[in-house]
């Protein structure tokens, strides 16, 4: 089921003063981009890339069962993890795009991937990120990775007149 935010009604569609809302159209959907750019040091500053497979797949499983525990709560929408590869295209005004392996940022501010949510308050979908802070590391501790928590715009942006 998905829960999305509700357009206004007009006044004259409810008889009374401001939009007409029901409980389930509160939802608001937020992303949560993981960008595994390491701890405040000295917490658990250890790259995913010099953990051993032990401690990527029990990150992995903790991901895997954080995402499960939202969708019981019907609060997931979607999430996915980004392989390291990638291109760059622009536009270039003549037909085919440019296409570049890089430049790329350092390992450090890949993205690495990004998880939906669909809650009901801005306060929630900061307590989520702070639970998926906690997503085990190196040596099994909790790796207190920054999230990025944007929400998503439910109308698109207007120019003022």
Excluded: C
């Amino acid at each position: 089921m998905s829960r999305t935010r509700a357009r206004p009604r007009p006044r004259s569609e409810h008889g009374h003063e401001g939009p007409y809302r029901t409980e389930e159209d509160m939802m608001a959907k937020y992303l949560l981009l993981k960008h595994y750019r390491g701890a405040p040091k000295p917490v658990n500053d250890v790259p995913m890339d010099q953990w051993t497979p032990q401690e990527v797949e029990a990150h992995m499983k903790y991901m895997r069962d954080f995402a499960a525990r939202l969708e019981a709560s019907g609060e997931f929408v979607d999430g996915q993890a980004l392989s390291p590869e990638g291109t760059f295209v622009r536009y270039d005004g003549e037909g085919r795009p440019p296409v570049t392996d890089g430049p790329f940022a350092e390992t450090k501010d890949l993205i690495a991937g990004w998880m939906v949510i669909d809650v009901e308050t801005h306060e929630r979908a900061l307590e989520l990120a702070g639970e998926l802070s906690a997503a085990p590391g190196a040596g099994g501790e909790p790796i207190h990775e920054w999230l990025e928590v944007r929400p998503f715009l439910s109308a698109p942006p207007t120019i003022a007149e």
